[in-house]
T-cell receptor, first 112, second 112 residues
Framework: NAGVTQTPKFQVLKTGQSMTLQCAQD?????MYWYRQDPGMGLRLIYY???????DKGEVPNGYNVSRLNKREFSLRLESAAPSQTSVYFC???????????FGQGTRLTVV | DQQVKQNSPSLSVQEGRISILNCDYT??????FLWYKKYPAEGPTFLIS?????DKNEDGRFTVFLNKSAKHLSLHIVPSQPGDSAVYFC???????????FGAGTTVTVRA
């Protein structure tokens, strides 16, 4: 089982460039999440999707957009990257009625 | 405003001794609590959880204690082993909430 797969693993962007981080899960989970991890800040929720067809803002949504393409896939888009978006991004998924979430390996993004 | 707080950024403990990690929360609607472990360059992995109807949950060397009146939980690791060196995140969720909120994390170093 692959679990939660994120692509790419590493990315360097120039300020103002755009990109999409991809996430797919093969556990038939309803809910999916995007977090960013920064030193001293822990994991902060950017956006989440409670179920296919719905998305909601988390704690730090500014500068990001998301798409829940289908039940398996949840993508995160940076329309105009800024140095403040340099971070490690994690995708996670959670099944209905289950409390624990499963995480992907992360995407390390650097914006220069 | 962070609703889950881990006020100790780091903890150093000798191999074989007990590690105690603390977590405080502010949202009284939280009723399910989880601990995650994270190694460098990997995604967080689930460690142990507790629901608000319990005050203790044990799994091998790991025990989580919940004090609802104080809005406080702790993770005990006994005995600590070198492989326990990692970042530990406390997380919380409410029954009617799809979001999972995380603390800033505590870096545990187990000394030989």
């Amino acid at each position: 089982n692959a679990g939660v797969t994120q692509t790419p693993k590493f990315q360097v962007l120039k300020t103002g460039q755009s990109m999409t981080l991809q996430c797919a899960q093969d556990m038939n989970h309803n809910s999916m999440y995007w977090y960013r991890q920064d030193p001293g800040m822990g994991l902060r929720l950017i956006y989440y999707s409670a179920s296919e067809g719905t998305t909601d803002k988390g704690e730090v949504p500014n500068g990001y957009n998301v798409s829940r393409l289908n039940k398996r896939e949840f993508s995160l888009r940076l329309e105009s990257a800024a140095p403040s978006q340099t971070s490690v991004y994690f995708c996670a998924s959670r099944g209905a009625g289950v409390w624990k979430a499963f995480f992907g390996q992360g995407t390390r993004l650097t914006v220069v | 405003d962070q609703q889950v707080k881990q006020n100790s950024p780091s903890l150093s403990v000798q191999e074989g001794r007990i590690s105690i990690l603390n977590c405080d929360y502010t949202n009284s609607m939280f009723d399910y609590f989880l601990w995650y472990k994270k190694y460098p360059a990997e995604g967080p992995t689930f460690l142990i959880s507790i629901s608000s109807i319990k005050d203790k949950n044990e799994d091998g060397r790991f025990t989580v204690f919940l004090n609802k009146s104080a809005k406080h939980l702790s993770l005990h690791i006994v005995p600590s082993q070198p492989g326990d060196s990692a970042v530990y995140f406390c997380a919380a969720s409410g029954s009617n909430d799809y979001k999972l909120s995380f603390g800033a994390g505590t870096t545990v170093t187990v000394r030989a």
